[in-house]
Each structure stands twice: as C-alpha cells, then as structure tokens.
C-alpha cells in the first residue's frame, strides 16, 4: 500500500511545519478502480484541483529559510482523500459532494457513485494515518520547544470552479486563511508583510481558515496556524509550469518562514 504522506526533517530548532495537502496527482490503482470517470477526465480534473508545484515552493523555502522547516506532504491526490476536511458532518463541503472523500467533481458531475459504499475503506486506509502521523509530529515539536506553527502552502485558480460554496468572492494574489483560536495577530501581520511584493493579500477570501489536527483543534493555543493561498498565476504558466515569477512568491514563503 503507498503512503499516504511524506514526512521531510527540518531543522531541530526549527517551530515551523510547511504543510503541502493538495500537490500530488497521484491515484492509487484500487482507488482509480471506484472512479466513473475516464482517464481523460480525470486527467482534466488533476489539472483543475491540483495545487501544482507547491511543494516545489515548499521545497525552495526548506532549503533557503535561516532555520529549515518541517514539510509534511501528501504523497497522493486529493481525490482519494481530502486531509483537510473534516471526516464527518462538521464538513460544510459535504453539502457539494466535495467532503474528506469527493463524490463530485469541481464541475459537479459524478466522480464516485452516490452513495459511496467505500468512503470508510478510504478514510481508515489514507485519511487517518496520515491525520495520526501529522499529529505525532505536532506532538514531537511541541514536546521539543513547546510551540509550533503550521504554514498550510495551498494554491488557487483565477476562476472559481462551479461546484463550490464560496462563489462572488475576491480573488486576490494572496488568500490568508485564519482560525480565531489558532492564527494569532502577530502572525497575520508577519504573513501580509512576507507576501507585500508577490501582491494584495485578503484574509479568508476566497477560501477561510487554515489547517490545525483534529486533537488540538480549539483546545492547545502552543498550535498556531495560517493558510497561504497563493493564486496560481503568481507562480505557474499556462502549461501548469513555474514560471519566472515563482521565485518571488518562494521569497515571500521564505520571508514568512523567518519570521516565525
């Protein structure tokens, strides 16, 4: 069985988690085998929900940060499992078919059949060891220096897709994703000051909160968390390439990431 997620070491002094959920594209042969679509379908919708090259971001702030961050990576696509949602009825997504296992797709037509008898199957097989593991490196870094900040690195289009709840919002170059237990302040104005030269930057539009493990979600405030929305035109071109502009958006990630 493939994992679910890659964990890649940071620096021992190092608080920050760089967290990257949507950048594969990866589908496991048993998974792809639940999937109505066909292939060319599917290779459309990758091209439309993947982050692309964000953990080439990611990558890049590891390596040029003054203390490297953790990466915790998902290694498969978000249409096999979706970490960030919540796995149960919390999940306002659910309502588009779009919950922690997609039976939608971003146009809204069927991807797996509804009802999807799998769903459990997929949640205990992908979804929990990888929210176990992000948990257990949580847990090692507060144990190490009793603080820790998750920088969820995600990526958006310049057109919102038509199976979503969140339409008529703004589109700005930077989408700062916040929680009003987890993502301090001070934290938000290190984010809008990292991100100044890549553009404007708008707090919870067009995509709200950040990621936090469901066991520290609301009740350990040592957990801080941000989301960095960035719009993919600032960092890829049309063939889903890094462009030439990625290196600022990098900086800004790297700015961030020394801030902390």
Known sequence: MISSYQVMQG??????????????????????????????????????????????????AQRQSTLKPWIFMNTLSRLVIDPERFPDEREVMNSVGMGAVYTRTSRGNLLRQEPFTGTNILIDTYFTPYSDAFTELVTSRLDALGRVTIIDVHSYRTLQHPNSINHDQERPEICIGTDSFHTPENLIQSAQEACTAVGRTELNQPYAGTYIPLKFY??????????????????VDENLELSDSHTHVAHALVSLVNLV
């Open 218 to 235: 609301g009740v350990d405030p040592r957990v801080q968390s941000i989301m960095m929305e960035i719009r993919a035109d600032t960092f």
């Open 11 to 60: 620096d021992p002094l190092s608080c920050v988690i760089l967290h990257v959920p949507h950048s594969s594209r990866i589908i496991p042969g048993e998974v792809r085998a639940n999937i109505v679509i066909d292939d060319a379908e599917i290779e459309s919708e990758l091209n439309e929900m993947t982050d692309t090259k964000t953990d080439q971001l990611a990558f890049i």
